[in-house]
């Protein structure tokens, strides 16, 4: 339940066709980054500066949510502001995120990294790519630590909160499911 919502009455109910997290959720990479999966720029030229800005900005309150909950649910993730880079894998893949970073100073006000090959070990441990560019606002996790501890946090507060393969198949028939 997300912080504050059971003070403002809302009541949740978590239904779950296998266990807690057993979709992509407890089995994704773990990265909790800032932006899009689109770069800013491409986001602002199809629905505008404004729009992607605001877009810009869920996405570091995201984060920060994440971190919140980490926080009061103690919840031992391996939650840490790590960064991210966005490797190149030819040289001249630099060009695009010089071009973001520029982009990103100019008109987000937020600063990214270029980091060249010489200099790219001491990042991420290795030489395979030609440098790349670094947002130090993201975070990592461990997904499946964290959606243990979110089912743990949830079972003690959602009134009801029911993991059963049974109860959630829908009849198939036209109208409200059974449940
Ligand atoms: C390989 C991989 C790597 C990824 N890496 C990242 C990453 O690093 N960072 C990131 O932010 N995102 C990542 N993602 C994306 C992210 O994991 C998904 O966007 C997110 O998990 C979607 O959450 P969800 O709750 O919509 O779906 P899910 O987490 O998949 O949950 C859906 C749940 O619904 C249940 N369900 C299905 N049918 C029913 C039913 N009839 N009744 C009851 N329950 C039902 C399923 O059992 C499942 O547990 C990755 C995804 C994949 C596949």
Not at 128 to 134: A, N
Not at 155 to 172: E, L
Request: aromatic share 6%.
């Amino acid at each position: 339940m997300p912080p504050g919502a059971r003070q403002r009455g809302v009541k949740v109910a978590v239904l779950e066709a296998e266990t807690m997290g057993w979709g992509a959720s407890s089995r994704n990479g773990g990265m909790v980054l800032t932006g899009l999966k689109l770069g800013m720029q491409s986001i602002a030229g199809k629905y505008g500066l404004d729009l992607a800005r605001r877009m810009w900005q869920c996405s570091l309150e995201a984060i920060l949510l994440v971190e919140q909950i980490v926080r009061d649910e103690k919840i031992d993730c391996g939650f840490a502001r790590t960064g991210h880079l966005l490797a190149a894998s030819k040289p001249w893949s630099l060009f695009g995120p010089r071009a973001e970073a520029a982009y990103m100073d100019r008109e987000f006000g937020h600063s990214l990294r270029l980091v060249p090959q010489s200099r790219q070990r001491s990042e991420i441990g290795s030489d395979t790519f030609y440098g790349g560019l670094v947002d130090d606002l993201s975070a990592g996790l461990n997904p499946a630590q964290y959606v243990t501890g979110l089912a743990g946090a949830a079972a003690g507060r959602a009134p009801y909160c029911v993991q059963a393969r049974a109860c959630c198949r829908s009849s198939g028939e036209p109208g409200p499911s059974t449940l």
